[in-house]
């Protein structure tokens, strides 16, 4: 992967992060997605979400010596991700669609996208240079 294709990753991640929070909660007025995880997804948490993207973008333009740093995303995204399933384990995703598709379509989605990002962000930390 090269430097190019490593920004165009982070610029991606960031993009979802910052536009999936503001489209499936319609602008964090989306109570639905509150009330399914109060805890990890109250408009504070999504907040944090989008600030999170702005980091991934933020990163996008660093050349050099990110390796802590796209590790630290790595475990960041982990994190939501060991939620997410421990989410999917005890909640019902068809009760969900029924109370609100867009509610419904973000906690199906939002774990497996962290997936792929974590193991992206895991891959650039390994791949760039000790310092």
């Known amino acids: 992967m090269n430097q190019n294709q490593i920004r165009l990753g982070f610029i ?6 910052i536009c ?4 499936f909660s319609r602008g964090f007025t989306n109570s639905a997605i509150n009330q399914a995880d109060p805890v990890v997804m109250s408009n504070f948490g999504l907040l944090m979400i989008t600030v999170w993207g ?16 796209a590790a630290a995303f790595a475990l960041e995204k982990l994190v939501y991700v060991v ?7 005890t909640n019902s995703l068809a009760q969900l ?3 609100d598709l867009f509610a419904g379509v973000f906690y199906s989605i939002y774990g497996a996208n962290d997936l792929v ?10 791949r760039a240079p000790p310092r």
């Not at 991606?12 to 992060?17: G, K, P, S, T």
Request: hydrophobic share 65%; no cysteine.
């Open 83 to 89: 939620v997410w399933i421990n989410w999917l384990s």
């Open 20 to 23: 999936g929070v503001l489209l």
């Open 54 to 69: 702005l980091a991934y973008l933020g990163a996008a333009k660093v050349d050099s010596n990110i390796k802590w740093l």
């Open 117 to 126: 990002f974590m193991l992206f962000f895991a891959y650039v930390s390994f």
């Open 97 to 99: 669609y029924r109370e």
């Open 12 to 17: 991606l991640a960031a993009l979802l992060n």
